[in-house]
C-alpha cells in the first residue's frame, strides 16, 4: 500500500471516529450526569438528519445553516422530553438503581416512538442530497470536501464541549454533580436546572451529529441504532463519564473498524465492534483509561 | 401464598386451556393463527418475568434464545429427527447458551446487564449471519419436513401451559423464594446461605428454555428463516414490554397483556405497522411512569380511592 492509500484509509476511519465521539459525549453526558442510559439517542440523530435533509431539499438552506437550528430543535425537544419523563421517574423511583432500570425502559419507548414516527412521515427508503461533493487532493491522496468538513466540525464540537466543561462554572457544577451528587447539592448546585439542560445539550449534540451526517452520507429511519451501539461502546471504552475518554475512545474506534474493514470482510464490522465491546465491559467495566 | 389461591389459579388456568382446546375446532384460519401468536408470547413472557421480574435482572436476549430455538429445530427436522426432538434440541441448545452467557455475565447487575445482554444477543444474530453467508453460503433456509397446523399449536399450548404452571409452582419453592430473595436484597440473601450464583444461573437457563422451544415450534410456521427473522430484536422487546406492562411480578399481568397486545399487533400491523410501534413505544413509556407495577397492579380500591378524591374536591369546591 502506497503512503496515499494509507492517509486515506487512516482518514476515514478518523472522519467515522469524529462523529461517534460526537454523539459518544452527548450520550456520556446523559448518563454520567443523571444516570440515563438514552438507548434512544442514535433516533435523535436520525431526527436531526432529517430535518436538515427536509430545510435542504424543500426550501434549500444551507446545511450549515442548519448546525444551530438542529442544535436548537433537538435541544428543546430534549427539555421536553426530560420534563415530561424522567424528571417524573426521578421523583417516582425509590432508589438510583431502579430509576436506572426503568429510564432505560422509557429510552426504548422513545425508540420506537421517534423511529417510527419518521418512517411513517416519510417511509423507509434511503434519502440524500448533495453537498460539496468534490474531491481534494491532498499529498497523493484524495478526501471527499464534505467529509473532512464533517471531521473539523465534529472534532470542533467536541473540543467546544470539553473546553466548556473544563473551564466554565456551569461546566465546574457539571463535573461537581457527576463526582458526587450529594455533596453539590449541599454546596448550592441546582439539579433541578442543570439536569434538563444537560439532557437538552446531550440531544442537542446528537441534533448536530445527525445533521453533519446528512452532509456526507444517506439517511434513513433506520440509520440511528448502530450510532447508539457504537457510542455505547465507545464510552465503556473510555469510561462512563469521562469526557475525554469518549472523545479518545471514538477516534480510536472509528480507526480500528476501518482499518479492521479494510483487512478483513466488511460484513465481520458488526460482528467486530459487539466482540470489542462484550470483551471490554467483561474486562474492564470501568473503561479502558480508569485508573 | 395460601392453598385458596392455589386452587383458585389452578382452576382459571384450567378453565383458559380448555378454551383454548376448542379454539382449532372451532376457529377460523385467522382465529387459530391470532391464538397462536397469543399463546408464543404467553410463554416468552411468562417464562421471561419467572427470572427476571423476580430477580430484577432485566435481560434483552429473549430473541436470541428465540432464534436459537428456531434454528436448531429446523434443522434437526430437516434431518428428520422427528417433531418433539426438534423442540427439546432447541431447548437443550438455548439453555446450554444461557448457562455459558449467564456465567459470564450475571456477576454485573442492572444496566450492564441489561446492555450486555443485547449486546450478545446482536452478536449472536451476527455470527449466524456471517456464519451462514459465508460458510454455508445461504441467505436462509427453505423448511420443507412440516408438522401438521393443529400439532403446532397443542405444543405451543402445552409449552404455554407449562410456563405457567412453573410459575405458579415456583412461588410455592425454595428456589422461587431464593430468587424473590435476590431479587429484593441480593447481599443479604448471600448472607442468609443462598448459592445466589448458582441460582442466579439456573434461572437463567429455565427462561432460556422456555423461548428456546418456543422458537423451535414458531419456526416451521414461517416456512423460510433467516438470521433477520428469527433473530429479530423486536421478539424480544416486545416481551420485556408485555411482562412489564402486565407486571413481572404477577402470574396473570403478562398473560393478560400478552393476550391485548396480540390482538392489538394483529389488527393494526398489517394496515399501518408504524403507528403499531408507535403505540407500542408510547404504552412501554406511559406503563413505565404511571404504572410501573403493571397493569395486575390496577385494583378496584385504586379507582375507588380515585373516585372519593375527586368527589371530596368537588365537594370542598361547592361548599
Known amino acids: ?244 475518554g469518549a472523545l479518545a475512545g471514538g477516534l480510536l474506534l472509528g480507526v480500528v473498524e476501518a482499518l479492521g474493514m479494510h483487512f478483513t470482510n466488511p460484513s465481520l464490522k458488526a460482528l467486530l465492534s459487539y466482540a470489542v465491546f462484550i470483551a471490554v465491559l467483561l474486562a474492564r467495566p470501568n473503561g479502558l483509561f480508569a485508573k | 401464598m395460601s392453598d385458596r389461591h392455589l386452587v383458585r389459579d389452578v382452576l382459571i388456568l384450567i378453565g383458559l386451556a380448555v378454551a383454548a382446546l376448542a379454539v382449532p375446532a372451532l376457529g377460523s384460519e385467522f382465529a387459530v393463527s391470532l391464538a397462536l401468536t397469543c399463546l408464543m408470547y404467553i410463554a416468552l413472557a411468562s417464562s421471561w418475568a419467572l427470572f427476571c421480574g423476580r430477580t430484577r435482572y432485566l435481560s434483552l436476549a429473549t430473541s436470541a434464545f428465540f432464534g436459537i430455538g428456531a434454528y436448531s429445530g429446523a434443522l434437526a427436522l430437516q434431518h428428520e429427527l422427528g417433531w418433539l426432538s426438534a423442540i427439546a434440541i432447541g431447548a437443550v441448545l438455548a439453555t446450554a447458551v444461557a448457562a455459558l452467557m449467564g456465567a459470564a455475565v450475571l456477576h454485573l447487575r442492572g444496566t450492564y446487564f441489561a446492555v450486555l445482554t443485547f449486546g450478545m444477543t446482536e452478536l449472536i444474530r451476527h455470527a449466524v449471519t456471517y456464519f451462514e453467508k459465508s460458510v454455508t453460503g445461504t441467505v436462509g433456509r427453505v423448511l420443507t419436513v412440516l408438522p401438521e397446523r393443529d400439532t403446532i399449536y397443542f405444543t405451543l399450548l402445552a409449552l404455554a401451559l407449562l410456563a405457567m404452571a412453573t410459575s405458579i409452582a415456583l412461588r410455592r419453592t425454595r428456589f422461587g423464594l431464593a430468587l424473590a430473595g435476590i431479587g429484593a436484597d441480593e447481599q443479604r440473601a448471600q448472607t442468609l446461605g443462598v448459592d445466589t450464583r448458582r441460582v442466579k444461573i439456573a434461572g437463567f437457563a429455565l427462561t432460556a428454555a422456555f423461548a428456546g422451544a418456543v422458537g423451535a415450534a414458531m419456526s416451521v410456521r414461517w416456512t423460510y428463516i433467516d438470521p433477520p427473522t428469527v433473530f429479530n430484536p423486536f421478539i424480544g422487546f416486545q416481551t420485556v414490554l408485555i411482562a412489564l406492562v402486565g407486571g413481572a411480578l404477577t402470574l396473570w399481568g403478562p398473560l393478560v397483556a400478552a393476550i391485548v397486545f396480540s390482538l392489538l399487533a394483529e389488527t393494526l400491523r398489517l394496515q399501518v405497522p408504524q403507528l403499531y410501534m408507535m403505540s407500542l413505544g408510547l404504552l412501554l413509556i406511559l406503563s413505565v411512569l404511571y404504572l410501573p407495577g403493571g397493569l395486575a397492579s390496577l385494583r378496584w380500591a385504586m379507582a375507588r380511592d380515585a373516585w372519593r378524591a375527586l368527589r371530596g374536591a368537588w365537594e370542598r369546591r361547592l361548599g
Not at chain 1, 464534505?146 to 467546544?160: E, W
Request: aromatic share 12%.
Open chain 1, 1 to 244: 500500500m502506497s503512503l496515499g492509500a494509507w492517509l486515506e484509509l487512516l482518514a476515514s476511519g478518523l472522519i467515522t471516529g469524529g462523529i461517534y465521539a460526537l454523539v459518544a459525549l452527548g450520550l456520556n453526558l446523559q448518563y454520567g450526569l443523571m444516570r440515563i442510559l438514552n438507548i434512544a439517542h442514535g433516533e435523535f440523530l436520525m431526527l436531526g438528519a432529517y430535518f436538515t435533509w427536509m430545510m435542504q431539499t424543500a426550501f434549500g438552506v444551507s446545511p450549515l445553516w442548519m448546525l444551530p437550528a438542529s442544535f436548537a430543535l433537538l435541544m428543546m425537544l430534549g427539555l421536553a422530553v426530560h420534563w415530561l419523563c424522567f424528571r417524573r421517574l426521578a421523583a417516582s423511583s425509590p432508589n438510583l438503581d431502579v430509576f436506572e432500570a426503568r429510564g432505560l425502559m422509557v429510552s426504548f419507548g422513545l425508540l420506537f416512538l421517534v423511529q417510527n414516527f419518521i418512517s411513517f412521515l416519510w417511509g423507509g427508503e434511503l434519502r440524500g442530497y448533495d453537498f460539496m461533493a468534490e474531491p481534494l487532493k491532498l499529498g497523493g491522496a484524495q478526501f471527499a470536501a464534505n467529509k473532512l468538513l464533517v471531521f473539523a466540525l465534529a472534532l470542533l464540537f467536541s473540543a467546544a464541549l470539553i473546553v466548556l466543561l473544563r473551564t466554565t462554572l456551569l461546566g465546574k457544577g457539571v463535573r461537581a454533580l457527576m463526582q458526587s451528587p450529594v455533596g453539590a447539592q449541599l454546596v448550592g448546585i441546582d439539579t433541578k436546572r442543570l439536569h434538563p439542560l444537560m439532557f437538552g445539550v446531550g440531544l442537542g449534540l446528537s441534533g448536530v451529529a445527525g445533521c453533519l451526517l446528512s452532509m456526507a452520507y444517506t439517511i434513513s429511519p433506520a440509520m440511528g441504532e448502530p450510532y447508539t451501539v457504537t457510542a455505547l461502546i465507545v464510552i465503556t471504552l473510555g469510561g462512563f463519564g469521562s469526557m475525554s
